[in-house]
């Protein structure tokens, strides 16, 4: 079965998250799009995100619509900080997946400090990893050891984050059209960016 992997912090996850996620779905003819709240993100500050279970809900709710999402907790149940190789490891054996079936989506941006990931060589051995392609990348800055082990993927240039979700929703303007319906519906509830 040919699974993508999609870790993040997810506060709050975005209709760019979804349009990514359904463009490489499509793009590249996976079987399934595995969304991975991140326990405890290692590049973010602590106290810098909102609570665990507050991510892993409004992303069960972002993409409750749709049968080729679906949500792992596997590294909010592992607990402490979240590295992307453990996560891939522990996928693979859970899913019972080879290597070659199973990608590991990070954007352009990323790919930069990919380099200061821990472990990036084993992951690039322990499954596919596809980099979405953002605006302003330029190939030349990454290292050509991993650029031979990867695999771009172009989409759609959306520009959403979820740091500028936040800060519209403290600067009280709307984040319509920015998130769905029911995950602005869960952040106005309980008051998640007051």
């Known amino acids: 079965m040919k699974t993508c992997l999609f870790g993040g912090t997810f506060d709050p ?3 760019g998250h979804l349009i990514l996620a359904q463009t490489i779905f499509e793009a590249e003819k996976f079987d399934k799009i595995v969304f991975i709240p991140a326990h405890k993100p290692p590049h973010k500050k602590e106290n810098g995100y909102s609570p665990v279970n507050d991510r892993k809900k409004m992303v069960k ?3 409750q619509e749709n049968p080729n999402f679906v949500m792992s907790e596997l590294e909010i149940s592992r607990g ?7 996560t891939i490891i ?10 070659k079936d199973l990608y590991f989506l990070i954007g352009s941006d990323t790919l930069k400090t990919f380099h200061s990931w ?6 690039l051995k322990e499954c596919q990893l ?7 990348f330029r190939p030349s800055d990454i290292n050509t050891d991993i650029l031979s082990k990867i ?10 984050s979820s740091s500028q979700i936040r ?7 709307t984040i319509r059209y920015m998130v769905t319906q029911q995950v602005w519906e869960y952040i106005n509830d309980n008051k998640l960016y007051n």
């Open 130 to 136: 596809i980099v979405a392609i953002r605006p302003g």
């Open 167 to 173: 800060e519209r929703w403290k600067e009280g303007k």
């Open 118 to 123: 821990s472990k990036p060589n084993q992951i």
């Open 90 to 99: 522990e996928y693979k054996k859970e899913a019972k997946i080879k290597s």
């Open 151 to 160: 695999q771009f993927a172009n989409v759609p240039r959306i520009e959403i």
């Open 80 to 86: 402490g900080t979240s590295y992307s190789l453990d």
């Open 13 to 15: 996850p975005h209709l």
């Open 61 to 63: 709710i972002a993409i």
